[in-house]
């Protein structure tokens, strides 16, 4: 167990709605990563936060925003939603702002947009 | 560009030693990562080799790493059916404060 809580584990939507992913941090860590990975592109970055302010950008949609808020958990929203965006999202944590700290991965939110 | 290159599949017998390799391309890389993910879990830390060393071993894995042709290798030694899963590697480039992937090389293990 990573420490890392992603909820939900399965979410279905249609295309052109609006979802809210959510991940709580092990314990201790202040950093949020989030990533795309899917079957043709492989593990995406898309964005990290530190003590709730943006860090760094990945390849991030502009339909898609992140936010980690005072208690350190982190939510990522989709919008506007196509088949394209079917993927597996996860979220780690680390302890450190630099990317050179060990990530602890939560076990993801699979989406599927029909 | 940055780059990291893995094999996508690597099949071996129960038993045998695994060895997944890795190339990269910045050598300003400071620390190189493997990660290991099963079938429906996120990524685990592994195991992971600063840029001053060759050798790092911790029980049945060893890397190794070749600076000078940026070459990252995985051995696990004795592999078990437990170890079926997806490897990655991971650079971490000083010069952008970047985490490069691999595209992951997935262990089959023939019994």
């Known amino acids: 167990d990573s420490g890392v809580t992603q909820t939900p584990k399965h979410l279905i939507t249609a295309t052109g709605q609006r979802v809210t992913l959510r991940c709580s941090p092990r314990?201790?860590?202040?950093?949020v990563y989030w990533y795309q990975q899917s079957l043709d592109q492989g593990l995406q970055f898309l964005i990290q936060?530190?003590?709730?302010?943006?860090?760094a950008k990945g390849n991030i949609l502009e339909r898609f925003s992140a936010q980690q808020f005072p208690d350190l958990h982190s939510e990522l929203n989709l919008s506007s939603l196509e088949l394209g965006d079917s993927a597996l999202y996860f979220c780690?944590?680390?302890?450190?702002?630099?990317?050179?700290?060990?990530?602890?991965f939560g076990n993801g939110t699979r989406l599927t947009v029909t | 560009g940055e780059d990291v290159e893995q094999s996508l599949f690597l099949s071996v017998r129960e038993g045998d030693s695994s060895v997944i390799n890795c190339t990269y391309t910045?050598?300003?890389?400071?620390?190189l990562y493997w990660y290991k993910q099963e079938p429906g879990a996120g990524l685990q830390l592994l195991t992971y080799?600063?840029?001053n060393m060759d050798m790092k071993q911790d029980q049945r894995l060893t890397v190794l790493l070749n600076k000078k042709d940026k070459h990252l290798s995985l051995r696990i030694a004795d592999t078990q059916t437990g170890d079926s899963a997806i490897y990655f590697c991971?650079?971490?480039?000083?010069?952008?404060?970047?985490?490069?992937w691999g595209a992951g090389t997935k262990l089959i293990i023939k019994p």
């Open positions: 780690a944590s680390s302890a450190t702002d630099r990317h050179n700290s060990p990530l602890h």
């Open positions: 314990s201790g860590d202040l950093s």
């Open positions: 936060y530190y003590n709730g302010e943006e860090r």
């Open positions: 910045d050598s300003s890389s400071t620390y």
């Open positions: 080799i600063f840029s």
């Open positions: 991971a650079e971490f480039m000083d010069s952008n404060y970047q985490l490069i």
